[in-house]
């Protein structure tokens, strides 16, 4: 009996043991997992707590301690609290207590708040397999060795309260170095830091923190800067040359003024002021165009969207998913957005009266060139839903526009010039006659729109600039041949690596120059594919990064010494608008460029040299070298110039994409947008199906060396060398067509995302803001 009684005492006391064992080991991988539930979706911040949190914490535990000890086997119950932080075990007691398998974790996928009552949603992610409390990937831990062990640990939000710009208690820090830094590494990352490239960090001088007993307290909260806006530096003096700066002031008023408008609601909400980086060139991190003044920033990653793409955000809209990615696979929403700004309140207000003053001054400065070049979308639509509407028609329009206004005559109107070159540029009368019972005329190919270099004027030049008709020069003043032969290339570059294309298959090569070279008039030197095929190839955009002044000096001097009307075409001159931006200022690469190719067919079936396209910036095209007859290949020599450009006015691009919707759904093509995809080379059958099926002819300009081509910006293009060609091109941003370029670049922000085409590399808005700063005499005020 005694024997059988002690047996028991020690049964029951191993059960008692066991059962405190399996209590305590149930509430610290409570605990644990409890922590774990969010790091997916946590915000990482410092190990600071409130007293009342301390409190409620302590209690957590005693109770547990207690229920413990006395080897209950039921669970603790846990108290949900609207905001609990938790401290996770040190590692030797999770490795003692081991850990439960086939343990589902869930974590946040959306983060909402409504009125006083916050919720999440949950959905299971699967089972955990790591031991470590889950970091973002990428991130590494740093510790600061003047801070102590719990300051370093990580602590993680328990409930899903959505990350908000809240302020921060104690004296304020302001972010001084990038996010990976040992002081900020426990805190949210912004996406360039994520990137891990040069970007400069989005929170260095906007991003601040408190400080609460020596340690970071996240808040997230921000911080306007102060001060006078930093000064700038231009080549061009304010009211250098008065005439002129009135001219560009009148032209660019109602382009800009479309800008300001913009930024006028933005202020009124906007808090937070942040002084533009000269440095880099802001684009928005959604549709990549250019960031003027006013932005929203996400206050978790930094990322930057501009005023037009949050006008358009909805949350609920799929096609805004991309937009609302937000760091560590995470989605931000409209409420997590920071309202910031570059200039004032009252800088915006001073420039709008500015521009209001101009247009009033001079009415008849309305913007004619945007309404000729219509949004895509808007014009597809009411283009292709109505009438076709045929060109003298829109011209009318115009002139109907212009006749009922009563503005006054200034030294630069071209009010009757710009009428007779609409009417007969177009080829038909102005009489009211049924348009679908109207004649189609072809347009004339040289005898509107080629110059000889003596009667080309600069009235002339504006005349057509302004409504946008391209033109060519012949006779202008030749280029040193000698220096643009293919043997000069082989001789001083030959060793030099290319990239170059195949203009049939799209392909790309990669060889020396001289091996491109050589081909030029030897097609038995040419380069041969596996295929055993030698390929027509092109050799674009040359230098593709360096300056063309620093690799080519020569070809650089002697092409700028050929240019005509400097003052637009130049990188000096006063009307060349991009020369207006500070010397401090990321300026856009505009060129000069080369372009080389060898010859290529137009006829049915033909790939051209250069397929259907069009660009923000103005152009000129000069021909710097092409073989003599005797010297072309034997197919070649029947030709009559060296290159034909096909050249399509502004106004008749909406029906030119109506035809290649029709021509890429006949061919089963999936395409974004019919021009700006460049995919497409306008054969000889294919521009006779778009002037029977549309009424669009265009102009065919045939170019030879010494011959320079303008192409007005929005003015579609496509170019077939007939023969083996050496180019130079570059280009400009001229007051007549920043109209143009304007609906360029909301076409481009609509592109898709990844589009080749979609990255605004023009900076139109700081163009225009420092063309104005340079321009206005202050005494008009």
């Known amino acids: 009996m005694t024997e059988r009684t002690s047996r028991q005492k020690r049964v029951v006391l191993i059960q008692n043991k066991i059962g405190v064992i399996i209590s305590l080991v149930i509430t610290n991988f409570k605990n644990f997992y409890a922590g774990k539930i969010l790091c997916g979706y946590s915000t990482v911040i410092p190990n600071v707590m409130s007293d009342q949190e301390i409190g409620s914490t302590t209690e957590t535990q005693s109770d547990t301690a207690e229920m413990a000890a006395v080897g209950s086997s039921k669970r603790p119950r846990r108290t949900r609290k609207t905001t609990e932080f938790y401290t996770p075990a040190p590692m030797k007691q999770r490795k003692k207590a081991g850990r439960p398998k086939n343990k589902k974790i869930v974590k946040n996928e959306k983060l909402i708040e409504t009125g006083d009552k916050r919720k999440a949603i949950d959905v299971p992610v699967g089972r955990s397999k790591k031991r470590k409390v889950a970091e973002p990937a990428g991130s590494k831990r740093k510790f600061d060795p003047e801070s102590d062990e719990d300051e370093a640990r990580k602590k993680l939000v328990k409930n899903a309260d959505l990350i908000k710009v809240r302020p921060v208690p104690g004296k304020k820090h302001v972010q001084q170095g990038r996010c990976f830094s040992a002081r900020y590494c426990c805190f949210e990352k912004c996406t360039a830091c994520l990137a891990k490239k040069s970007d400069k960090c989005r929170f260095i001088d906007i991003r601040v923190f408190g400080q609460r007993k020596g340690k970071l ?52 909400m906007a808090k937070i002021r942040k002084f533009p980086d000269r440095n880099i060139c802001q684009l928005c991190d959604s549709c990549q165009t250019t960031i003027f003044s006013g932005y929203w920033m996400c206050c978790v990653c930094g990322k930057e969207y501009c005023l037009s793409c949050y006008e358009e955000w909805n949350d609920s809209d799929d096609s805004f998913k991309e937009a609302g990615r937000c760091s560590h696979k995470r989605r931000h929403y409209k409420e997590q957005l920071v309202p ?67 503005s006054k005559k200034t030294s630069f109107d071209v009010e009757d010039s710009a009428m007779s070159v609409l009417n007969q540029d177009n080829g038909f009368s102005t009489s009211s006659q049924d348009r679908h019972n109207r004649t189609l005329q072809l347009h004339d190919e040289h005898k509107k729109i080629e110059y000889a270099a003596s009667e080309m004027t600069e009235d002339t030049f504006r005349d057509l600039w302004k409504r946008g008709y391209p033109f060519v020069i012949r006779g202008a003043d030749k280029l040193e041949e000698k220096i643009w032969r293919p043997n000069y290339f082989i001789e001083h570059y ?156 502004p106004a008749d691009l909406p029906r030119v994409r109506r035809f290649l919707r029709k021509i890429a759904k006949e061919h089963g093509l999936s395409i974004n947008h019919p021009i700006h995809d460049q995919c497409f080379y306008l054969d000889k059958e294919l521009r006779s199906r778009l002037a ?71 900076q139109l808005p700081n163009i225009l803001y420092h063309a104005w700063i340079t321009s206005w005499d202050e005494s008009n005020d």
Not at 239 to 246: A, G, L, M, T
């Open 217 to 268: 307290v996240y808040g997230p909260e921000f911080k306007s800067a102060e001060g006078p806006d930093p000064k700038s530096t231009y080549e061009i003096g304010v009211s250098e040359d008065e005439v002129k700066n009135v001219r560009v002031l009148d032209l660019i008023a109602p382009t800009f003024m479309k800008f300001l408008k913009k930024e006028l609601p933005h202020l009124e």
């Open 340 to 406: 910031i700004y570059h200039y004032t309140k009252e800088e915006i207000n001073r420039l709008s009266d500015q521009c209001n003053q101009m247009i009033l001054d001079d009415e008849d400065s309305s913007d004619l060139d945007g309404e000729e070049l219509p949004d895509d979308d808007t014009a597809n639509q009411s283009v292709e839903s109505s009438e076709v509407t045929q060109p003298a028609e829109s011209s009318r329009v115009v002139v109907r526009r212009r006749q009922s206004r009563t």
């Open 494 to 649: 030959g060793d030099k690596d290319c990239t170059v294309i195949d203009v049939k298959e799209n392909v790309e090569y990669k060889m020396d120059v001289k091996t491109f070279f050589k081909g030029f008039e030897d097609i038995s030197s040419r380069f041969v594919n596996k295929a055993g095929i030698c390929p027509c190839l092109k050799l674009k955009d040359w230098p593709p990064a360096d300056d063309f002044a620093e690799t080519f000096p020569e070809h650089y001097k002697d092409f700028y010494n050929s240019l005509p009307f400097k003052e637009y075409t130049t990188r000096s001159g006063v009307l060349n608008l991009a020369h207006r931006l500070p010397l401090e200022i990321n300026r856009p690469d505009l060129g000069p460029k080369m372009y080389n190719a060898y010859g290529s067919e137009d006829n049915v079936g033909g790939k051209g040299t250069t397929n259907l396209h069009l660009d923000m910036t103005d152009a000129v095209n000069m021909m710097a070298y092409a073989p003599s007859v005797e010297n072309r290949l034997e197919e070649e020599r029947d030709k009559t110039a060296a290159a034909v450009w096909d050249l399509y006015h």
């Open 692 to 762: 029977s099926e549309e009424g669009v002819t265009g102009w065919r300009v045939f170019q030879n060396p010494g011959d320079v081509v303008f192409v007005p910006a929005g003015c579609a293009h496509q170019v077939c060398n007939y023969t083996s060609c050496v180019k130079a091109a570059v280009d400009f941003v001229s007051p007549e067509g920043v109209a143009r370029s304007y609906v360029v670049n909301q076409q481009f922000r609509k592109l898709r995302h990844g589009h080749k085409r979609k990255t605004d590399i023009l």
